[in-house]
């Protein structure tokens, strides 16, 4: 994860703003473009799909070194970035070096170097899996790792340029060290495919044309020994021998074989060349065959030998053979003379970056009587690579990676990339084979005919393959059977009719919800019904209670529903009251309003009544304001005089109001009368006169019977919390009976007994009804 | 300062003032009850004020509706009147005066008692659909249960044992249900109690 | 004449308004609406007599008169108090409130305390008593169906609704169970007062009845 500098946030690795406050992140990796894989910062290539890290155009470096390891049209090795230790190394071989002193810094040397001290003196021999083996990165060898046909190529002590066979051809002029990407070379070499690694194509160094007249005098040039030239180079020997060097009997492949060389290397020994044409290998040897040899047919460089025509600046590109840039792209060259080597894959004194940073300008290389030819085809003056064409001698033993590529496929001399460039075609239709190109490598490469059509198809977008088109069809899904369509049955009328309905009521417009209109016919039925419940309900129970009550005017009798009952709080409340003195304060809550009054007025009118016969003294008191009025109201009727009660008043706040008015008596009440309808007040009053008084102080209640059930819970013996309570008109009737008066309350039981009756009667009918007969609407 | 005047000083006063008091309560004989009068007169005084802001919050909202010409300006306009005509008796001849007891008696009784009787027929109603809406052992448990105590509420005559039924019903297991509901209630307001007191709460408080 | 309209003239008004109420069972109607707001509208100014008269002028001031000081502080306060009224500077009446809030917790949580934890766990308690039991109708039966009526409703208050997946099965067996039972206690609690509160609505209407027909039979003369 990368943490923000600017905020903190962790963001996923690779990215490059923060997620959270868009700041730019530090590059701590290069994510791929193809596979997005996380790359060192460093690296141009990236290490999963070698897919390119670094833009084409980033920059004049990047473009030199791209010009210098662009791939051949339509096939290309991956680059491996060059290692510090490898520019290093061709940075020292760049500098000038003295006579007989070995470049500093050259990775082959090293090579060599650590080759020598183990097998100094070895013979070389034909090791072809010594050729194959993987040729690691130059910073990866070790002694042990030196392949044996590098570790036969000996120390490398003197001059730009190695020792070469003593077969090789004329010595040659190996190009200016800085035109020779030696690591390069190298590096192309190892590369994924080992094939291609095993069979690192010399590079024009090797098997290019050389100028006797150009080349260095033998005395200059020393051709690798021997020993050091492995199997693969050494058979691409007969290349060497038609190059139309001054020292002809010299095969091109010891000219490709000569190490680099300045102007002022170091003259060859011709006494070495006799050593190393005796100790060559046959291949080798019969690369100084006669001239008619060298006339066969060379087999064209493969598709890693060619490279794209390409300026002379680039020249020291690290795949593309030097001999094919003069011969693809290069100007051709002024005079055999000024053609030269451009260097030997075997010249450590020529590291490539020095000739990449140099920039010399390239030397001419001698050109062969093959390449002749093909120039003789162009236009002087036409930058147009010439092939090789000439064939390889029949006797000479090509590797087996180069027979492979020379075989040419149907298709692919059209397909050739080189096909596009003037001069070519004719050249490779008529003298060379036609490389084994792979058609997936030839589809890629662009088609330069105007007039065919390109290859179509859909683009990639995504992976590996992005913007490529056509390459991998997209394959065509087969409908499964069951999906293949609707049945081949003829629908019946009524499927017909249900789908043309269902597609009317689709088309037709929603209507919300909200604005969708109930039907009024429903509507109206459903609140007819349940007015007419509602009148039917007020009607017999207004009936029951106005035919009781209207009984004793109508019929002149009293009906008898009830008949009195004596309660058990009836009973204490007048045990309560009769226990006053005379003086006694009693403090009377007032504490129900005008629409309770019709009920308890019933009940408190005895009461108070009692309690005032008793000589008590009043204390009237409330905790709500129409209270007050009522025990005015009240009291009016009740009181004889005025000066039988105190009119405290109303206090406001509930509990505290309650408490206050308990406080507000001279001295402790002998009675707690509390009147009210609700539990609330009844609690209050029970609470905080037990809080503050304790069981001594009586407490009786009069109330509405829906205070009953409340005031059970105190009214328990054990409780001890209120002495007696009477409620609605059974209580009042109870206590006017006691009281052997009876008042308004008993004429009204009968009617209240009425309504009761009837109200029974009604639920237990609506209960039946409702739980045997489910309405519209109504869920199971 | 904003917040010690707002937050912190109301804290202050509820807390002193209700330690004080619930003191008062718990330490009758250290004198501490005196204190918890007067903080309770205290607070009936300013109850009083409470009373007169809502009344004259009521008065607001019908003298808008009056002067916009909203719905029910009529109404508002009736309203108004009769405050204004029942506010003048009490406050100037008291309670027991004639012109209160007569507008008492033949106005707020009449009215107030309609409202309440209408609650009959409401609750009758409710109690008709009652199967209607939800069945099972519990809603016929209770219509079993409100038979019963309608029943022997008044003393039928040759139906004395239905008014022991109810006798029964309201003091065993009606009261049983009562006294677990009072002790329910009277545990929360003990914990809301001491919250308010310790300024774990604060009603009082915008913060 | 004049004194018979002079007695009727109040229970006629009475009885109009009575009327005008109970057309309520008909349906919804202005009259229903103005009989309404004219009880509200009179409620609210006895309310705002009684409260000046009785309070203020019954209460304050004598206190003012006799010890202003027994009395500056809740005046004081109750000023700050009206300037709820006024949402930009009701953060004023917060003082008032919150000693009314303090006062008022603290009488509630002794009363709560005293007057009804104490004395109703004592009485639940002595339920069981010989006392009680001999007192009770069916004894022991009724004395356990107390007992076991109060804890079971009071559990089921104080527990039910709670997910308590991390208590044992056995207790949290023992607790639904207990919730069931007093659930059932509730429902005749419930019923009782249910049934209660019809009585006292119906005692209304019968006295509210009665008092249409006495005036017309005074009317009538009967």
Request: charge should be negative.
């Amino acid at each position: 994860m990368i943490h923000c500098p600017n905020c903190g946030t962790a963001n996923r690795k690779g990215s490059r703003f923060c997620n959270e406050c868009g700041k730019s992140l530090p590059s701590t990796g290069m994510r791929c473009p193809m596979c997005d894989t996380i790359n060192p910062v460093g690296n141009v290539y990236c290490q999963q799909c070698n897919a390119r890290l670094v833009p084409m155009s980033s920059g004049p470096e990047d473009e030199e070194a791209e010009e210098t390891t662009s791939p051949i049209k339509g096939f290309s090795l991956p680059t491996i970035p060059l290692d510090e230790t490898a520019e290093e190394e061709e940075e020292e071989a760049a500098e000038p070096t003295g006579e007989g002193e070995a470049p500093p810094g050259d990775w082959l040397d090293d090579l060599r170097g650590s080759a020598d001290e183990q097998d100094e003196g070895s013979e070389e021999g034909e090791e072809g899996e010594d050729e194959r083996a993987v040729i690691a990165e130059e910073e990866d060898l070790e002694p042990a790792d030196i392949p044996d046909w590098l570790s036969e190529l000996g120390p490398v002590t003197e001059g730009p340029q190695a020792p070469v066979d003593v077969d090789a051809g004329p010595e040659e002029e190996g190009p200016a060290p800085e035109e020779v990407p030696e690591g390069d070379l190298l590096e192309a070499a190892s590369a994924e495919e080992a094939d291609v690694t095993e069979r690192v194509p010399p590079s024009a160094q090797d098997i290019g044309p050389s100028d006797d007249e150009e080349a260095p005098s033998s005395e200059e040039i020393r051709p690798p020994e021997p020993a050091e030239i492995p199997d693969w180079l050494r058979e691409l020997g007969p290349a060497m021998e038609e190059t139309p060097s001054p020292a002809e009997d010299e095969p091109p492949m010891d000219q490709a074989l000569r190490t680099e060389e300045s102007e002022d290397a170091p003259p060859q020994q011709p006494e070495a060349e006799d050593r190393d044409r005796e100790e060559a290998p046959a291949w080798l040897r019969e690369l100084s065959l006669p001239d008619e040899e060298e006339k066969a047919p060379r087999p064209g460089p493969t598709a890693a030998e060619r490279e794209p025509s390409v300026d002379e600046a680039e020249a020291t590109a690290i795949e593309i053979p030097d001999w094919l840039k003069d011969v693809e792209g290069g100007q051709p060259p002024e005079s055999p003379e000024e053609l030269t080597t451009e260097g030997d894959v075997f010249a450590p004194e020529e590291p490539a970056e020095e000739a990449q940073e140099e920039e010399p300008p390239p030397k001419p290389v001698a050109i062969p009587s093959w390449l002749k030819e093909a120039e003789g085809e162009e236009a002087p003056g036409e930058e147009t690579p010439v092939p090789f064409t000439e064939p390889l001698p029949e006797a000479m033993e090509t590797p087996d990676w180069l027979t492979e590529l020379m075989k040419p496929t149907p298709g692919e001399e059209e397909a050739s990339p080189f096909e596009a460039e003037p001069g070519m075609g004719e050249a490779w239709e008529t003298d060379l084979e036609r490389a084994d190109i792979p058609s997936w490598v030839q589809e890629l490469r662009p088609s330069q005919d105007k007039d065919e059509e390109p290859v179509r198809g859909p683009m990639e977008t995504e992976g590996l393959l992005k913007g490529l088109r056509g390459l991998i069809p997209a394959a065509t899904i087969g409908v499964p059977t069951a999906f293949e369509g609707p049945s081949r049955a003829q629908p019946s009328e009524a499927s017909l009719a249900r789908a043309e309905l269902f597609q009317s009521l689709l088309g037709q417009p929603a209507i919300p919800p909200a604005e969708r209109p109930i039907p009024e016919e429903r509507e109206r039925k459903r609140g007819f019904a349940s007015a007419v419940e509602r009148w039917l309900v007020a009607a017999i129970l207004a009936f029951a209670v106005l035919s009781i009550l209207l009984a004793p005017v109508m019929t002149g009798q009293t009906p008898r529903l009830t008949q009195p009952l004596m309660t058990s709080g009836a009973a204490a409340v007048r045990n309560a009251v009769d226990g006053l003195d005379a003086g006694d304060q009693v403090l009377v809550a007032f504490d129900y309003g005008p629409p309770e009054a019709d009920e308890l007025n019933a009940a408190a009118r005895p009461v108070l009544t009692h309690v005032l016969e008793r000589g008590a003294r009043l204390s009237i008191v409330s905790t709500r304001p129409d209270g007050s009025l009522m025990a005015g109201a009240v009291m009016a009727d009740v009181a004889s005089s005025r000066d039988q009660y105190a009119l405290i008043g109303y206090r406001p706040g509930a509990a505290a109001a309650v408490s206050q008015l308990l406080a507000v008596t001279d001295s402790e009440p002998a009675l707690i009368l509390v009147l009210t309808s609700r539990p609330m007040p009844l609690r209050l009053w029970i609470e905080q006169a037990y809080a503050r008084y304790g069981d001594g102080l009586p407490l009786i209640a009069v109330g509405s019977a829906a205070l009953e059930p409340v005031a059970s819970p105190y009214l328990d013996a054990n409780a001890g919390q209120l002495r007696g309570a009477i409620h609605g008109y059974k209580g009042a009737a109870s206590y006017e009976a006691l009281r052997g008066s009876l008042g308004s309350a008993a004429g009204r039981l009968d009617a209240l007994a009425a309504g009761h009756i009837v109200i029974v009667i009604l639920i237990v009918l609506g209960a039946l009804i409702h739980a045997l007969v489910r309405t519209e609407g109504e869920k199971p | 300062m904003r917040r010690i005047i707002r937050k912190w000083i109301p804290i202050f006063i509820a807390t002193t003032s209700g330690l004080l008091a619930l003191a008062g309560y718990l330490f009758p004989d250290t004198g501490l009850s005196v204190y918890r009068d007067r903080l309770v007169e205290w607070a009936v005084i300013i109850g009083a004020f409470a009373l007169i802001l809502g009344v004259f919050n009521v008065l607001r909202v019908h003298g808008q509706r009056i002067l916009e010409s909203g719905k029910g300006q009529v109404y508002s306009v009736v309203l108004l009147v009769a405050a204004l005509v029942s506010f003048v008796p009490p406050l100037v001849y008291g309670p027991t005066d004639s012109l209160t007891r007569g507008m008492v008696d033949y106005v707020i009784t009449p009215l107030g008692g309609a409202l309440a009787a209408l609650v009959v027929f409401t609750l009758t109603l409710s109690a008709v659909r009652m199967l209607r809406h939800r069945r099972g052992p519990s809603s016929l448990l209770f219509i079993v249960v409100v038979i019963l105590t309608l029943l022997g509420t008044t003393p039928l005559r040759g139906f004395e044992w239905l008014s022991e039924i109810r006798s029964w019903l309201v003091g065993v297991p009606g009261m049983a249900g009562v006294r677990g509901l009072l002790l329910g209630v009277a545990l929360g307001t003990v914990i809301t109690g001491i919250r308010v007191l310790l300024g774990s709460e604060r009603p009082h408080s915008e913060f | 004449m004049t004194s018979l309209l002079s007695q009727l003239a109040g229970p006629i008004i009475g009885a109009i308004l009575t009327l005008l109420v109970l057309s309520y069972l008909i349906g919804d109607n202005p009259l229903y609406r103005l009989a309404l707001h004219i009880f509200v509208g009179v409620l609210i100014g006895t309310s705002l007599a009684i409260a000046i008269r009785e309070v203020l002028l019954g209460m304050a001031l004598p206190g003012l008169l006799s010890n202003p000081l027994s009395v500056v502080v809740p005046l004081v306060l109750g000023i700050l108090l009206l300037f709820k009224g006024f949402p930009e500077q009701a953060y004023i009446g917060n003082f008032s409130v919150a000693y009314l809030i303090g006062v008022g917790t603290a009488v509630a949580l002794g009363g709560a305390l005293l007057g009804t934890l104490a004395p109703q766990v004592r009485a639940t308690e002595e339920a069981l008593s010989p006392t009680s039991l001999s007192a009770l109708r069916f004894g022991l039966l009724d004395g356990l169906m107390i007992v076991v009526g109060t804890v079971c409703t009071l559990v089921t208050f104080t527990f039910v609704g709670r997910d308590r997946q991390t208590e044992g099965f056995t207790w949290r067996s023992i607790v639904q169970g207990a919730a069931w039972v007093g659930r059932l206690f509730l429902i005749v609690a419930f019923g009782v007062a249910f049934a209660g509160a019809l009585t006292a609505s119906l005692s209304i209407f019968v006295g509210r009845t009665e008092q249409l027909i006495d005036l017309a039979l005074r009317a009538l003369g009967l």
